[in-house]
């Protein structure tokens, strides 16, 4: 079974300044998917981006853009020029491609941006 | 991005009552549905997915005859906990993939409150 880890409880930056999340993901197949969303106190669930696992080049999403370490199974997120609106948990989630369709998420990353 | 509605989204219930959460695709249609339990201040965890015209996959350790849930139509799944008690409690979310998307869409959640 797959399993997503993320080991960053809590961060916090100031604002305009940079910031990087951490994934690590534990999985035996070569095609994935890997998404990182956002859940801000509304609880209301946003994708900020996702990876395709066959892509080498990593995504990016204006201040959001990845780093994907296929072989060591790592997937970071760099949030670049943090705004307050940043606030919010961050989940990491793992989809396995032709299969249940199913995310399995990380434990999740709450992170404060400081004005 | 397509819109997911979720209804109601506060309750509050009597133990022992029954209560329908239900679960909208409002501009597509959607072919898998999903639905999250959310603890506070902890991840996602996946209850069960369902198939329109199908009947639900439950996951492991989620009591079938307490979550019941229906996919009636490519635009609506209602999860219903019945004789709901204190621990019933917590934050349910729907989410949605249909063939025209390659990722989930999410509900904004649903707090159930039991008495």
């Known amino acids: 079974a797959q399993t997503v880890t993320q080991s960053q409880p809590e961060m916090s930056v100031q604002e305009a300044e940079t910031v990087t999340l951490s994934c690590t993901y534990d999985?035996?197949?070569?095609?994935?998917?890997l998404f990182w969303y956002k859940q801000p106190p509304s609880r209301q669930m946003i994708l900020v981006i996702r990876q395709e696992a066959y892509k080498q080049q990593n995504a990016t999403e204006n201040r959001f853009s990845v780093n994907f370490q296929k072989a060591a199974k790592s997937f970071s997120l760099k949030i670049s020029d943090s705004q307050l609106g940043d606030t919010a948990m961050y989940f990491c989630?793992?989809?396995?491609?032709?299969?249940?369709?199913?995310?399995?998420f990380g434990k999740g990353t709450k992170l404060t941006v400081n004005p | 991005g397509a819109v997911v509605s979720q209804h109601p989204s506060w309750v509050i219930c009597k133990s022992g009552t029954s209560v329908k959460i239900e679960c909208r695709s409002l501009?597509?249609?959607?072919?898998?549905m999903f639905w999250y339990r959310q603890f506070p201040k902890q991840s996602l965890m996946l209850m069960a997915t369902s198939n329109e015209g199908s009947k639900a996959t439950y996951e492991q350790g989620v009591e079938k005859d307490k979550f019941l849930i229906n996919h009636a139509s490519l635009t609506l799944s209602t999860l219903t906990v019945t004789s709901a008690h204190p621990e019933d409690s917590s934050f349910y979310i729907c989410?949605?993939?249909?063939?025209?998307?390659?990722?989930?869409?999410f509900g904004p959640g649903t707090r159930l409150t039991v008495l």
């Open positions: 999985t035996s197949e070569s095609n994935y998917y």
């Open positions: 989410s949605a993939r249909g063939d025209a998307y390659n990722e989930q869409f």
């Open positions: 501009d597509f249609q959607a072919t898998t």
């Open positions: 989630a793992f989809e396995s491609q032709g299969g249940s369709e199913k995310l399995v």
